[in-house]
């Protein structure tokens, strides 16, 4: 029996003692919610770049997900459970427009793969077992942790999960203790139970020639210095793959009518483990200056990366611009099993990351709340990002380029628009419009345009 089995059979059987007792019934939640997903990424240039990719991909879903998070029993220790269920239903999709052509990769873009065809429905379930001594909250079994060195993804129909155990303690004033031990991941688009691993080892989604681990350690302490300044360190550690360290200071200031708000963060990533010296758990995206430049790299985990992102809010408006710097040997690392991830880099766009190695972006925001102009629930937003200097075989980013840049350039541009309602019999009904374009001459990239059209709804049901 693993841990987190006998975790929940205890919590299950302390519970079937105490479900009556306050706390536990009273402060209970529980949420559904559906989301109709369409998604449409046309990926161009085949005819000038390595077709890597279907040209094409389309797809369509239904998804239901049903949160319910109990209270606490009474006590010293409290004790409790949450439970996350979620379901998802083909609409449309097609051999041709699955994103799995080949049938190697566990899953397309929305939907788990049988064969090269996108499965008819897939269903999955999460229990948590939870205890509470004043004000420290141990949760062992499903997770969704979102830190600047572990992020799940909610890119799609259904959401990603983790598989393992999380501590968080505010026993002192204005500082929030965090410590946790992930052993396995499933996927936005799978029912299934995975191990961890990162870009280049983990065989593009292809679990069976990929190497995997199943730890990955995390910790970290947020300390609220004055009520608008706070500063943050975190250690994240995937086994046998990489480690990381993180520095974050947030900082709000009023100026004027509005409200600037100030992020600067850094992360410092080196090898770990097998990571360092066995090529099968090398990551992408490997460029030391020695390299020839005929390479095709792949090597150890070796990067600091650097960002400031500065955000202004008044009367509805949100200006916002911002610079991130990726320096060392290697792309910048996160847990990344193949099959859609996310990072907490201020550059984790709808598309892209930009996090690559040697890569210099900029990027500026605008977004604008209507309900300062009394249309309330409807908000709209563009982001642009620009990074250059990205390194290839043979480094070429840091030596000037025949045509007078320095390395490769890739941009994004992001648009969105949505409305939820605010109230009334539909109220929390929610639709979303989101466009992307990529543009690159980086080697072996495709550009790609892409939109998503996405209606929720949630229904609080306790």
Do not use: C
Request: charged share 20%.
């Amino acid at each position: 029996m693993n841990k987190s089995t006998l975790a929940l059979a205890v919590a299950v059987g302390v519970l079937a003692q105490q479900a009556s007792a306050a706390g536990f019934i009273e402060d209970s939640k529980a949420t559904l919610s559906t989301r109709t997903f369409y998604i449409n990424t046309d990926n161009r240039d085949a005819d000038t770049k390595a077709a890597k990719a279907p040209s094409k991909i389309e797809e369509t879903g239904q998804g239901f997900q049903l949160n319910f998070a109990s209270g606490f029993t009474q006590g010293t220790v409290g004790f409790g459970i949450d439970a996350i269920g979620q379901y998802g239903v083909k609409l449309d999709s097609s051999p041709e427009k699955h994103g799995n052509p080949t049938g190697t990769a566990s899953g397309g873009t929305v939907f788990p793969s049988q064969g090269n065809e996108a499965v008819n429905d897939f269903a999955s379930l999460g229990l948590t077992g939870k205890v509470k001594v004043s004000q420290t909250v141990l949760k062992i079994g499903t997770l969704q942790p979102n830190n600047p060195v572990i992020k799940y993804n909610d890119g799609r129909m259904l959401a990603q999960t983790f598989t393992g155990g999380e501590l968080v303690s505010n026993e002192i004033k204005d500082l929030t203790l965090t410590a946790g031990q992930i052993n396995e991941a499933k996927g936005r688009n799978s029912s299934n139970d995975e191990g961890l691993s990162i870009a280049g080892a983990n065989a593009g989604s292809n679990y069976d020639a990929g190497k995997f681990s199943n730890k990955f350690y995390y910790g970290g302490a947020d300390y609220k210095i004055t009520k608008d300044l706070t500063a943050s360190y975190y250690y994240g550690e995937l086994k046998d793959f990489y480690s990381q360290n993180f520095l974050g200071l947030v900082h709000n200031w009023s100026i004027g009518p509005g409200v600037l708000k100030s992020d600067l963060r850094y992360y410092r990533s080196r090898d770990n483990g097998s990571n360092g010296s066995d090529k099968s758990y090398f990551t992408t995206g490997y460029y030391p200056d020695n390299a020839p430049l005929s390479a095709t790299t792949k090597g150890k985990v070796d990067n600091n990366l650097y960002s400031y992102l500065a955000l202004y809010s008044v009367e509805g408006h949100t200006f916002g611009a911002g610079y991130q710097y990726s320096n060392g040997e290697s792309d910048f690392p996160w847990l990344n099993q193949g099959d859609g991830s996310s990072n907490s880099t201020i550059t984790d766009m709808q598309i892209q990351k930009f996090a690559r190695a040697g890569e210099r972006t900029w990027q500026a925001r605008y977004a604008y709340d209507f309900a300062k102009v009394g249309v309330p629930g409807l908000t709209a937003g563009i982001i642009y990002l620009r990074g250059s200097n990205i390194d290839t075989a043979g480094k070429v980013g840091s030596a000037q380029t025949l045509t007078g840049g320095y390395g490769s350039s890739e941009w994004e541009r992001d648009l969105t628009l949505a409305y939820v309602v605010p109230q009334g019999p539909l109220k929390n009904l929610g639709v979303a419009w989101k466009n992307a374009m990529w543009r690159n001459d980086i080697p072996g990239q495709r550009d790609q345009d892409e939109n998503r059209v996405i209606v929720s709804y949630s229904i609080p049901l306790l």
